[in-house]
């Protein structure tokens, strides 16, 4: 099991950007590919971005692809979502999720560990 917790959160003005940080705790964190999912007041969870366990294969939802970058620091047991561009229709909140297994699953029933999640508000 691996235990997450984000941080970063915030409140923004449309247009600013925002880090998010996770950090894992347990063992090979490597062998886990790690995802960022967010939830609107009212709607459904759904996901955002997701990275390989090697940081090599990355995958983005269509409303963030080209302003949101997903990175990983295997050696801090780290993963980062980078937003630019912030809209009003980013606010949620953000969850850090891992699966067991390095492949860069999009679908959220393939992860299995939960953080707290954090809190982005962009006001116009």
């Known amino acids: 099991q691996v235990q997450l917790v984000e941080s970063g959160g915030g409140s923004v003005q449309v247009g600013d950007s925002m880090k998010l940080s996770c950090i894992a705790s347990g063992r090979s964190f490597t062998t886990h590919a790690m995802g960022w999912f967010r939830q609107a007041p009212g709607k459904e969870r759904e996901f955002v971005a997701v990275?390989?366990?090697?940081?090599?294969?990355?995958e983005y939802a269509g409303s963030v692809k080209g302003r949101f970058t997903v990175s990983r620091d295997n050696a801090k047991s780290a993963v980062y979502l980078q937003m630019y561009s912030l809209k009003p229709e980013d606010t949620g909140r953000y969850y850090c999720?891992?699966?067991?297994?390095?492949?860069?699953?999009?679908?959220?029933?393939?992860?299995?560990?939960w953080g707290q999640g954090t809190q982005v508000t962009v006001s116009s």
């Open positions: 999720a891992a699966r067991t297994g390095a492949y860069a699953y999009t679908e959220q029933s393939r992860f299995t560990d």
């Open positions: 990275i390989s366990g090697s940081g090599t294969t990355t």
